[in-house]
């Protein structure tokens, strides 16, 4: 299986002002220390080799959207945030080199940060591409159509060209898509949201969003361990740091670093992918929360095995 990551952002897409670049250059070009360079080649490796990823890299601001490729029939697509436009002109280029067209996407719930890409995947518009939308809200339908309404979008539904169903799915009942055996579970969040549990012969990945654990409440997490149970890849919701999320944030239905470290630690998952990243933070914010995470993950670690924690970037794909 891998899992590729078009949009990593949570609640709304957020692109870089101009002088967030000229700050990571001149941070690069003082690392450096008057060193040359050959070519832009060499100054890549120098720059992957001996700067921070806040600096060399980004974070990315795309709204969630995830791809799990386990199968060659079809594709498997995690919510339909902005990072669904990239994955659509990428999903064309494959289909152009014999890739069927058969998406299927699992939509965790229809907050805006996690539908409003769809207007903009362009198979969509593509007679002959089949679309199966998995969810566990039966208004899934109303909403996309409601995005596309005059007053807010120059394309109704009706006039996409492809083959659209959506199926409605109940958190009791597994079932299989995209070559893998999928279930369901409903988490705490406005109007509810759901995580979906991936499995493969010998490789599970766990795509769990816009959830909210108290820390107050985690005796109440014994369902979300046993979802989340031995998972290669549990990607999840950990917008704020835990200070945030037990004083500031309280109650807006996301949750933190610590929490989703304990929770895969007491379900024997390997990775966790740092998700849905706070729309105010900086590239430089979202790596101490990382660095924050590993250190805790350390000191937590007791005789239990490492989970190794990834930070979740646009563009990071991750092989299991
Ligand atoms: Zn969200
Ligand atoms: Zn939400």
Request: charged share 25%; with cysteine.
């Given at each position: 299986m891998l899992v590729r990551f078009w949009g990593t952002r949570g609640s709304l897409p957020v692109a870089p002002h101009a002088d967030v670049a000229l700050a990571k250059v001149a941070r690069a070009l003082v690392a450096a220390g008057g060193r040359r360079f050959a070519d832009e080649a060499e100054a890549a490796k120098f720059a992957r080799a001996e700067l921070d990823f806040a600096?060399?890299?980004?974070?990315?601001?795309?709204?969630?959207?995830?791809?799990?490729?386990?199968?060659?029939?079809a594709f498997a697509i995690c919510d339909m945030g902005s990072g669904l436009r990239d994955f659509g002109l990428s999903a064309t280029r494959r289909c152009a080199e014999g890739h069927p067209r058969v998406y299927h996407f699992f939509l965790s719930h229809l907050h805006w940060d996690h539908i409003?890409?769809?207007?903009?995947?362009?198979?969509?518009?593509?007679?002959?591409?089949?679309?199966?939308?998995?969810?566990?809200?039966?208004?899934?339908?109303?909403?996309?159509?409601?995005?596309?309404?005059?007053?807010s979008f120059p394309v109704p539904f009706d006039e996409l060209k492809a083959h659209i169903e959506f199926i409605v799915h109940?958190?009791?009942?597994?079932?299989?898509?995209?070559?893998?055996?999928?279930?369901?579970?409903?988490?705490?969040?406005?109007?509810?949201?759901?995580?979906?549990?991936?499995?493969?012969p010998g490789k599970a990945v766990v795509y769990s969003t816009d959830a909210e654990h108290k820390p107050e409440d985690m005796d109440l997490e014994e369902d979300v361990e046993a979802f989340f149970a031995n998972a290669d890849l549990v990607i999840c919701?950990?917008?704020?740091?835990?200070?945030?999320?037990?004083?500031?944030?309280?109650?807006?239905?996301?949750?933190?670093?610590?929490?989703?470290?304990?929770?895969?630690?007491?379900?024997?998952?390997?990775?966790?992918?740092?998700?849905h990243h706070e729309p105010s933070y900086s590239d430089a914010d979202i790596q101490r929360m990382h660095e924050e995470t590993l250190r805790y993950e350390e000191a937590v670690r007791g005789e239990r095995p490492r989970l190794e924690v990834l930070c979740a970037y646009d563009g990071l794909e991750v092989s299991l």
């Open positions: 600096t060399y890299g980004a974070f990315g601001g795309a709204t969630p959207c995830v791809e799990i490729e386990a199968d060659e029939d409003m890409g769809f207007p903009f995947f362009r198979p969509a518009y593509e007679t002959g591409a089949r679309i199966v939308i998995h969810t566990g809200h039966a208004d899934a339908e109303a909403a996309l159509r409601r995005q596309q309404e005059a007053i109940r958190p009791e009942e597994s079932f299989e898509a995209a070559g893998m055996e999928v279930s369901l579970v409903r988490q705490s969040h406005a109007r509810g949201s759901f995580g979906y549990r991936f499995d493969r919701d950990t917008m704020y740091s835990l200070g945030e999320a037990v004083s500031l944030k309280q109650d807006l239905g996301h949750s933190s670093n610590v929490v989703a470290v304990d929770l895969c630690h007491s379900a024997g998952a390997r990775r966790l992918a740092l998700f």
